[in-house]
């Protein structure tokens, strides 16, 4: 059974502040990796994917692999209030690229 | 606008009765991907088409859930005989490539 795990939360960071969400994953086979944003009652919003080791910055996002840690972040610079809401870490572990999903790591970001 | 549309957005059924999505992909996505997510939950993958074909279907999708993609284009879910454990979101995806995929807006279904 391949799992994505993340903290639940809730994540509160002040304005401003670095904002860091976790996801491990257990298929070490796992090929791609992505970040969703969902805002209370919408639908999921791609964000971040990465497919390779180290780094990947857009803008105010950083998302960080270390697949011999099986270990993805999210790192979201200077946060806003905007920014509240449940971040999703997803894996494409499908034989057909279906992705597996956490559950989500609400974040609340305070004014 | 040229994202992933889905319709209707909300349903609300009685118990035992059939109800029907449609998703309309990205153009010139020939990858669509079925999803529900519940309270709390991540989504789950419910079944997958490149083209017209269904390639894949969870062991989450019962013999009173089917789906349809005619022509490649868009797709339709259905469910029979509604229960209660069937409320949920369910959401639709699209991909040109097995790797990102854009969400519709999702139809939330409320089986009374």
Same mark, same amino acid.
């Given at each position: 059974?391949?799992?994505?795990?993340?903290?639940?939360?809730?994540?509160?960071?002040?304005?401003?502040?670095?904002?860091?969400?976790?996801?491990?994953?257990? +298929?070490?086979?796992?090929?791609?990796?992505?970040?969703?944003?969902?805002?209370?009652?919408?639908?999921?919003?791609?964000?971040?994917?990465?497919?390779?080791?180290? +780094?990947?910055? +857009?803008?105010?996002?950083?998302?960080?692999?270390?697949?011999?840690?099986?270990?993805?972040?999210?790192?979201?610079?200077?946060?806003?209030?905007? +920014?509240?809401?449940?971040?999703?870490?997803?894996?494409?572990?499908?034989?057909?690229?279906?992705?597996?999903?956490?559950?989500?790591?609400?974040?609340?970001?305070?004014? | 606008?040229?994202? =992933?549309?889905?319709?209707?957005?909300?349903?609300?059924?009685?118990?035992?009765?059939? =109800?029907?999505?449609?998703?309309?992909?990205?153009?010139?996505?020939?990858?669509?991907?079925?999803?529900?997510?519940?309270?709390?939950?991540?989504?789950?993958?419910?079944?997958?088409?490149?083209?017209?074909?269904?390639?894949?279907?969870?062991?989450?999708?019962?013999?009173?859930?089917?789906?349809?993609?005619?022509?490649?284009?868009?797709?339709?879910?259905?469910?029979?005989?509604?229960?209660?454990?069937?409320?949920?979101?369910?959401?639709?995806?699209?991909?040109?490539?097995?790797?990102?995929?854009?969400?519709?807006?999702?139809?939330?279904?409320?089986?009374?």
């Amino acid at each position: 059974q391949k799992e994505v795990e993340q903290n639940s939360g809730p994540l509160s960071v002040p304005e401003g502040a670095i904002a860091s969400l976790n996801c491990t994953y257990s +298929d070490r086979g796992s090929q791609s990796f992505f970040w969703y944003r969902q805002y209370s009652g919408k639908s999921p919003e791609l964000i971040m994917f990465i497919y390779s080791n180290g +780094d990947k910055e +857009d803008g105010r996002f950083t998302a960080q692999l270390n697949k011999a840690s099986q270990y993805v972040s999210l790192l979201i610079r200077d946060s806003q209030p905007s +920014d509240s809401a449940t971040y999703l870490c997803a894996v494409g572990g499908g034989s057909q690229g279906n992705l597996i999903f956490g559950k989500g790591t609400k974040l609340s970001v305070k004014p | 606008d040229t994202g =992933v549309s889905q319709d209707p957005r909300h349903k609300i059924t009685k118990r035992g009765q059939n =109800v029907t999505f449609r998703c309309d992909p990205i153009s010139e996505h020939n990858r669509l991907y079925w999803y529900r997510q519940t309270l709390g939950q991540g989504p789950e993958f419910l079944t997958y088409f490149q083209n017209e074909a269904q390639l894949e279907k969870s062991r989450l999708l019962s013999d009173r859930f089917s789906a349809e993609r005619p022509k490649g284009s868009f797709s339709t879910l259905e469910i029979q005989r509604t229960e209660q454990g069937d409320s949920a979101m369910y959401l639709c995806a699209s991909s040109r490539t097995e790797r990102e995929q854009y969400f519709g807006p999702g139809t939330r279904l409320t089986v009374t």
